[in-house]
């Protein structure tokens, strides 16, 4: 199970590479929309969308996140965050709003595979100024789950991150997927 500092570091860039594998992978089918449901494109476009805000609140100054708010319980593990998330995608939780993929918006993979490889270097040279106790103390707000803490909002990116890696295999696979 992931719940320190390095494990959550591991975790995330093992995230980023397998996404960036399956993106590199899909060259044949990256632009195909099934009916009703997002493309390995639109899938990638919500997971730049998504992880951009986390991976620039990891670098706000103290005062910044202070000012969100202050837990008001403690971390969940990453079992139980897990598990919390799969309920609400179970009782029909979507993305919305800035997270939604915007056809005019949409990146050529080359380009959005770079900006997925920046992104997932952010992670790590933030997570690199991070010390165990200090991901407790403050939150961030999650459109579906409420305020998180740090610790929780980076478990929460490492299994999204998975959850739509899923996705993007199925559709690789041929064997489709669902938002």
């Known amino acids: 199970m992931i719940q320190t500092l390095p494990e959550i570091s591991a975790g995330l860039q093992t995230s980023f590479v397998n996404v960036q ?27 730049i969308r998504s992880n951009i805000p986390v991976c620039k609140a990891l670098f706000l100054p103290e005062g910044q996140l202070a000012a969100m708010g202050q837990p008001e319980q403690p971390s969940r593990d990453f079992d139980s965050l897990y598990t919390i998330y799969s309920d609400r995608l179970a009782t029909g939780a979507k993305a919305t709003g800035r997270f939604i993929p915007k056809a005019e918006e949409l990146k050529a993979s080359a380009q959005a595979l770079r900006e997925w490889q920046q992104i997932g270097g952010d ?57």
């Open 21 to 47: 594998q399956a993106i590199e992978q899909s060259t044949d089918v990256y632009r195909l929309k099934p009916t009703e449901k997002w493309s390995i494109e639109e899938q990638f476009d919500h997971l």
């Open 123 to 179: 992670f790590q040279l933030a997570l690199a100024k991070w010390e165990e106790d200090r991901m407790d103390r403050y939150v961030l707000p999650h459109p579906v789950l409420g305020n998180l803490t740090i610790r929780e909002m980076l478990f929460f990116t490492i299994f999204h991150n998975e959850h739509h890696l899923n996705k993007i295999n199925a559709l690789i696979d041929g064997t489709g997927s669902t938002n």
